[in-house]
């Protein structure tokens, strides 16, 4: 035989001159959660995972940068009393994301913060807009997100993070935050996010579901690819500086369809549901869950993700810290 690839992949010190996809915890977002109260929550759905308290989630920005995991995503939990219709506790300017924001910029400078815009942790009805006459209004909801994307800037977020799925709101929020003198504050748009079965875990920890109906009308259907054309072409005419694909590993064709079309920088969501499933599974004895978190994160950027937001962030980042010693 003339022709043997086994020859290309005969050392580690071989296969590591030709590897064509790397994996750092510089690719790495860590989200967290964070609530009101003192003690932590454990997320039972999440394994390794709870609700937070500010001076916890401060500890653990803490411990990321020291693995070299310099970005974060926030998610605040509050308490049914402060929500209502139009979620409005997300506009405080004291409110507990902010006091987070400020609590870790303060401790840990560097961490890049990516910061959600939705109203769901802060709806009555668990959706991402007003509900109006059981509809979720869109033209309603845009104002309420700029006004929520200009009150993270204050608090010191790098990237106001849009997961709504409203039409209209990345250029509402940029013109928002040009206004209010944050032209330097990024957009990180949830541009193609479908309503997928994946996300259970996550409104377990932010008890965000629905009171009724879904979030079709809004999030995309998983057995669409070309419509995500649309909505990255209008997320970059508006102003975006990312674009988010949620969830991750299923959705590893449009991740690269996503990359091919467009010039701005990918991030992909590996999501509540994959890696609870990771753990549920490796918890039977089932899978190798450090192998196949590594696998996981690694096809991601593979598929064409600059950055990945996981919850095996620091796990990864140990993972790979292990493997350069």
Same mark, same amino acid.
């Given at each position: 035989m003339l022709e043997r690839p086994r020859r290309n992949r005969r050392t580690a010190s071989i296969r590591a001159f030709i590897c064509e996809t790397h994996l750092g915890p510089e690719h790495l977002v860590l989200p967290a959660f964070v609530h009101e109260k003192q003690e932590s929550h454990a997320i039972e759905s999440m394994p390794g995972h709870s609700r937070l308290s500010v001076e916890a989630i401060v500890e653990l920005a803490v411990q990321s940068a020291a693995l070299g995991v310099m970005g974060m995503a926030l998610f605040p939990a509050i308490s049914d009393g402060k929500k209502n219709s139009h979620g409005t506790e997300g506009e405080n300017p004291q409110?507990?994301?902010?006091?987070?924001?400020?609590?870790?910029?303060?401790?840990?400078?560097?961490?890049?913060?990516?910061?959600? #815009? @939705?109203?769901?942790?802060y709806s009555s009805d668990g959706h991402?807009?007003?509900?109006?006459?059981?509809?979720?209004?869109?033209?309603?909801?845009?104002?309420?997100?700029?006004?929520?994307? #200009? @009150?993270?800037?204050?608090?010191g977020s790098d990237y106001v993070s849009p997961s709504d799925m409203m039409d209209g709101r990345i250029l509402a929020i940029r013109e928002a935050l040009d206004t209010a003198g944050f032209p330097q504050v990024g957009i990180l748009s949830y541009s193609v996010k479908y309503a997928s079965a994946f996300y259970g875990p996550f409104r377990d920890a932010l008890d965000s579901a629905p009171k009724s109906g879904d979030k079709k009308t809004y999030q995309m259907d998983p057995g669409n690819i070309r419509e995500a054309l649309r909505e990255i072409g209008l997320d970059e005419s508006e102003g975006a500086d990312f674009l988010m694909v949620k969830p991750g590993l299923p959705y590893g064709d449009v991740i690269h369809f996503v990359k091919e079309n467009s010039s701005l920088p990918v991030a992909a969501y590996h999501v509540s549901g994959e890696y609870a499933m990771l753990k549920a599974a490796a918890e039977k004895g089932w899978i190798d869950y450090d192998s196949c978190l590594l696998e996981s994160l690694t096809c991601l950027r593979r598929a064409g993700a600059d950055i990945i937001f996981t919850y095996g962030a620091l796990e990864a980042a140990r993972l790979l810290r292990a493997q350069a010693s």
């Open positions: 409110g507990l994301l902010q006091e987070t924001i400020r609590a870790i910029k303060k401790k840990v400078p560097s961490m890049v913060l990516f910061t959600d #815009v @939705a109203l769901d942790p991402d807009g007003v509900v109006i006459d059981g509809e979720i209004d869109n033209d309603e909801t845009v104002p309420i997100l700029a006004r929520m994307a #200009v @009150a993270q800037a204050q608090a």
